[in-house]
């Protein structure tokens, strides 16, 4: 039986998680994925979007722009394994940056070359979405993250931990709106494998980068609300004209943690 998504599913995609179905006009900032993993056109591509971010430092390039592509690779592709069951091909290979402006901000979304769509068999969830898994992370964002590593004298982890927030912020805020008790449930279940149970090579890596940033939240004068400190700083603050402009998780701050008693 082949398998596809409904009307009402692509479009919840593409509205809400950042995908595009058609190339952006706008071929300045838009290239295939595959070409992060090219010194040349990598470079030349982050020398443009530096612009972007009003950034004079390429490690602060590198990293805020990673945050984009965590966003656009993961937001799309997770939700549609815990919500809609489904899984499309998300490999480096077959995605496609494409840039789009929202009103001043740069929020650039994915396009897929292909669309071969699959769904778990009755019994057989886990072993399907380990695939989907291994397919987003170590066949995209872990083979971008080594290129971009290279490129500028940046950590893999801040850019691990990049992706983490989005993934603790996608699960906890986002996925389980306006969804069935089976999809939240799914949702759910998945963030839990995400974060304690996924081995490490389904994100191409030697630790599980998602179980290595789950920090307990902490209430802190930093913050109204409680928050995970981050363990890597993202150099947010190097492309501000404000200085110490630092995230209200970022480590470099001195958080007090507000007692509970």
């Known amino acids: 039986m082949v398998v596809m998504f409904k009307p009402e599913e692509v479009d919840v995609l593409v509205q809400d998680y950042r995908l595009m179905l058609e190339p952006s006009s706008d071929r300045r900032f838009s290239m295939p994925a ?17 612009s972007i971010f009003e950034s004079s430092s390429h490690v602060a390039t590198v990293s805020l722009f990673a945050k984009r592509y965590s966003y656009l690779i993961i937001a799309s592709s997770l939700y549609a394994m815990s919500v809609f069951n489904k899984g499309i091909d998300y490999s480096i290979a077959n995605c496609h940056i494409e840039s789009y ?25 886990k072993e399907w979405r380990d695939q989907i898994i291994h397919n987003i992370f170590a066949e995209n964002i ?9 490129m500028a004298p940046i950590s893999k982890a801040v850019l691990w931990e990049n992706t983490a927030i989005y993934v603790y912020w996608l699960y906890e805020n986002k996925f389980g709106e306006g969804v069935s008790a089976d999809q939240n449930s799914r949702v759910q279940e998945d963030f839990e494998y995400l ?26 004068l930093a913050s109204d609300v409680p928050i995970r400190i981050r363990q890597t700083c993202c150099y947010y603050y190097l492309a501000s004209d404000e200085p110490e402009d630092y995230c209200p998780t970022c480590p470099k701050i001195k958080h007090e943690v507000v007692s509970n008693g």
């Open 101 to 125: 402006y929202q009103g001043q901000a740069w929020l650039p979304r994915v396009r897929l070359a292909d669309w071969p769509v699959s769904q778990p068999t009755e019994g057989n969830r």
């Open 34 to 50: 595959i070409d992060l993993l090219n010194k040349e056109k990598s470079l030349e591509y982050l020398a443009g979007v530096s």
């Open 142 to 150: 872990a083979k971008a993250w080594l290129s971009l590593s290279k």
């Open 195 to 220: 974060l304690n149970e996924a081995p490490a090579h389904l994100f191409g890596e030697n630790k599980n980068p998602f179980a290595r940033f789950n920090s307990p939240k902490k209430a802190t």
